[in-house]
């Protein structure tokens, strides 16, 4: 089993810089990919970049394609999110997650397939004040 803990979220100025932290534990930290997912208040979750571990392949929502970038350290099995330009839009909470399978990365994240995360975090709110 994989425990997930988000930390770095808060209150934020439109146009500052953002990062979040996720810290993977556990008796065997068995996925092959791990990322990020965010539900904005009265919308669905959405996946918003995810980096696969092995080789380090990276994909990210459109919207925050650009002005946001995943990045991992393996030694510290804590995975980061940055964002620049925060919008009012980006207002969520943000979820850390894993999925077992790197196959199933697109999928989930990009196609919102999000059944097939496999481990999740408790969630960090980001509030973007404008």
């Known amino acids: 089993q994989v425990q997930l803990v988000e930390s770095g979220g808060g209150l934020v100025q439109a146009g500052d810089s953002l990062r979040l932290s996720c810290t993977a534990s556990?008796?065997?930290?068995?996925?092959?990919?791990i990322g990020w997912v965010r539900q904005a208040p009265g919308k669905e979750r959405e996946g918003v970049a995810c980096?696969?571990?092995?080789?380090?392949?990276?994909y990210y929502l459109d919207s925050m394609r650009g002005r946001s970038t995943i990045s991992g350290d393996k030694d510290k099995k804590t995975v980061y999110l940055e964002i620049n330009d925060l919008r009012s839009e980006d207002t969520a909470v943000y979820y850390c997650?894993?999925?077992?399978?790197?196959?199933?990365?697109?999928?989930?994240?990009?196609?919102?397939?999000?059944?097939?995360?496999?481990?999740w975090g408790t969630g960090i709110l980001v509030t973007v004040s404008s």
């Open positions: 997650a894993a999925i077992r399978h790197a196959r199933m990365v697109v999928s989930a994240f990009l196609a919102n397939n999000l059944h097939l995360v496999d481990y």
């Open positions: 980096l696969v571990v092995r080789d380090g392949i990276t």
């Open positions: 556990g008796s065997a930290l068995d996925y092959d990919a």
